[in-house]
């Protein structure tokens, strides 16, 4: 008996172990999923093992799901990419190309691509293309997106250059993405039809002048009864050779004018109050006086005349619109290597969907008063042309305290494809 209930003893002994170590095994194990499960953010339950292996295992069959939906999702914008008509490209927050089309490769002429390894001004060279890039990026994501037109001269002169248009998306962690447009044959369209207004402009120039000759001869020969109609003979009369000399000035810009500019250094300042001089007999029934805030001296290397002309229609817009008895406020700031000039009033403003389109050559937000107060549709789609001939961009809002429009102009203030 006593061999017996030794070796009975030592059994259960050893079963009791045993359960002692699968015990501790079950609770190693509980733990361990409790981890796997912190890991990959499952809430599993404390009290079965096999409860937390089953919501585990759904939860990475789910997760598969998921990756496999992913993985499709990157197949399919890899495909749209690859055979989009417009050139991408995406750039992460050090500015070096992760991805690039064939259509963007074939725009900006790049050769050899390989993903990952280059900076952009190492693919490309495109001063437009690196501000639209660093503009997008300042923005952020709850801004309208960026947008910009120009010329890009392939480099090595072999190439033609090519007109560009981009649009900037901000992404997360700094990246960004650019679309490309290939512009060139909206810039033939265009120049054909800037051809024909020139064309027309010329031709209706003459006869205007011998118009206005005539009437301001009849002027001092008719009595008073028939002077008053001698006298809106006349203002029509003038108010054609203004439509006709901005047609002129327009078709110029937008026919390579700057090829034939006269760039020099000039005082903004200076420039802005001899514009104000010339508004004055339009100011002064109305109250109106220049507000200027400027350093006491601002030069930007320009075209003297076209930057008077720029400043010339901003202020009287601006005289035009505003409200009566109140000030027309014009700023000047030297920001790096950029010059912001600032005009705004006091008047109704724009409504937000129009501050586009009143850059298009006669359109009116409101055609009678337009008519009555003198305008030809064009005074700001010359801004914008004489801005884009600087390399500089132009951005509409409705100015926050004086509630009148408000115009910020950005420009270089020494371009080096300007000597």
């Not at 759904?58 to 417009?86: G, I, N, V």
């Not at 990952?116 to 990026?137: C, F, M, P």
């Not at 420039?271 to 010339?278: D, G, H, K, P």
């Not at 926050?400 to 203030?413: K, S, T, Y």
């Amino acid at each position: 008996m006593g061999v017996e209930s030794g070796i009975l003893i030592g059994l259960g002994i050893g079963l009791l172990g045993t359960l002692i170590l699968l015990w501790q095994s079950r609770r190693r194990f509980g733990r361990q999923l409790q981890q796997l499960g912190s890991l990959l953010h499952v809430p599993l339950p404390l009290s079965s093992p096999e409860q937390m292996l089953s919501r585990l295992s759904r939860h990475l069959r789910q997760q598969e799901l998921e990756w496999a939906s992913q993985k499709r999702h990157l197949q399919d914008w890899q495909y749209l990419s690859h055979h989009l008509p417009w050139g991408y490209l995406r750039v992460d927050e050090n500015n070096v190309v992760l991805e690039c089309n064939p259509a963007a490769q074939r725009l900006l002429h790049i050769g050899q691509w390989q993903p990952g390894v280059k900076l952009l001004l190492e693919w490309v060279r495109s001063y437009e293309l690196d501000q639209l890039i660093e503009a997008t990026r300042r923005q952020g994501a709850n801004t309208p997106i960026q947008s910009r037109e120009w010329i890009f001269y392939p480099s090595g002169g072999e190439n033609k250059p090519v007109p560009l248009r981009a649009w900037g998306l901000p992404l997360p962690q700094g990246q960004v993405a650019i679309f490309l447009e290939d512009r060139l044959e909206a810039t033939l369209l265009a120049q054909q039809r800037d051809r024909w207004a020139s064309d027309v402009a010329h031709e209706l120039k003459t006869p205007l002048t011998s118009i206005r000759l005539l009437a301001e001869t009849l002027q001092s020969r008719v009595d008073t009864a028939q002077a008053v109609w001698v006298e809106r003979l006349l203002n029509e009369t003038l108010r054609l050779s203004q439509l006709v000399q901005d047609l002129l000035e327009l078709s110029a810009l937008n026919l390579g004018a700057g090829s034939r500019s006269q760039w020099r250094w000039v005082e903004l300042a200076a420039l802005v109050r001899e514009a104000w001089q010339s508004l004055e007999p339009l100011a002064k029934p109305r109250h109106q006086e220049l507000h200027l805030s400027s350093p006491s001296q601002l030069y930007l290397w320009g075209d003297e005349q076209r930057l008077y002309r720029l400043i010339l229609n901003l202020l009287d817009n601006a005289v035009k619109y505003g409200a009566p008895d109140s000030p027309v406020h014009v700023l000047l700031l030297e920001q790096g290597s950029q010059v912001r000039l600032e005009v705004y009033d006091h008047g109704p403003g724009l409504p937000e969907d129009q501050f586009e389109l009143v850059f298009q050559p006669f359109y009116r937000t409101d055609a009678a008063r337009a008519r009555s107060k003198g305008g030809t549709g064009l005074g700001l789609a010359i801004v914008r042309q004489i801005v884009e001939l600087h390399g500089g961009t132009i951005r509409l809002r409705n100015h926050p305290q004086a509630g009148g429009l408000w115009v910020q102009v950005e420009l270089p203030r020494k371009r080096a494809d300007a000597l």
